[in-house]
């Protein structure tokens, strides 16, 4: 049943639309804060139908997100209960945060660098690190090196695949679709 085909080719049209380029970056930005959706979703077909353009889409991407850290740093430092809080509690948050300060704690700022590749999304370290009151300085150094490491290596991955890695996708995104459904219902059952 192809059913992520005519998906994959609605994304590979919007990668190339004017303004993509902008929406990666407020997408990048708010994902440090509090979109749920991860920056790599756009990078990635981005980086795949303009491979020349790739360096700078992860450039923009890494740039916004380490804007979007900042605020975050800002907002769980400052504003934590007030704005914050409700917002954890809403998507289920606390566990995340709960072990974010339990690394921050073992490992200090370099967790940040982690961060980048862990299951637990930025925008959790981003307002842990505020309300830890951690150094912000070198908080912003890592959070630049350890996204820049996950955004270009996202697109340097995308730019050498290029056209027959796209080709080579559109002919088994349906497969590789329902093999990600089927395992999201079983990791769903499992872990409940």
Not at 85 to 113: C, N, R
Not at 121 to 139: D, I, N, S
């Amino acid at each position: 049943m192809k059913i992520f085909s005519p998906f994959y080719d609605k994304v590979l049209r919007w990668a190339v639309h004017p303004h993509a380029p902008r929406y990666l970056v407020a997408m990048s930005f708010a994902e440090s804060i509090f979109w749920p959706i991860p920056t790599d979703v756009m990078l990635a077909p981005m980086a795949l139908t303009q491979p020349r353009q790739a360096w700078r889409f992860a450039l923009f991407a890494t740039l916004a997100s380490v804007l979007g850290g900042a605020v975050g740093f800002a907002l769980g430092w400052l504003l934590f209960e007030p704005v914050v809080m409700p917002f954890v509690d809403f998507m289920g948050y606390q566990h995340q945060m709960e072990t974010a300060k339990s690394w921050f704690d073992h490992y200090g700022i370099w967790v940040v660098l982690l961060a980048s590749f862990s299951p637990l999304p930025y925008k959790v370290f981003t307002v842990t690190a505020g309300v830890m009151q951690m150094l912000f300085l070198p908080f912003m150094a890592v959070s630049l090196v350890g996204r820049a490491a996950r955004f270009f290596l996202v697109a340097g991955l995308m730019r050498l695949g290029g056209a027959p890695m796209a080709e080579k996708l559109r002919s088994s995104i349906d497969w590789l679709g329902w093999a990600t459904v089927l395992l999201a219902v079983a990791a769903y059952w499992m872990l409940r």
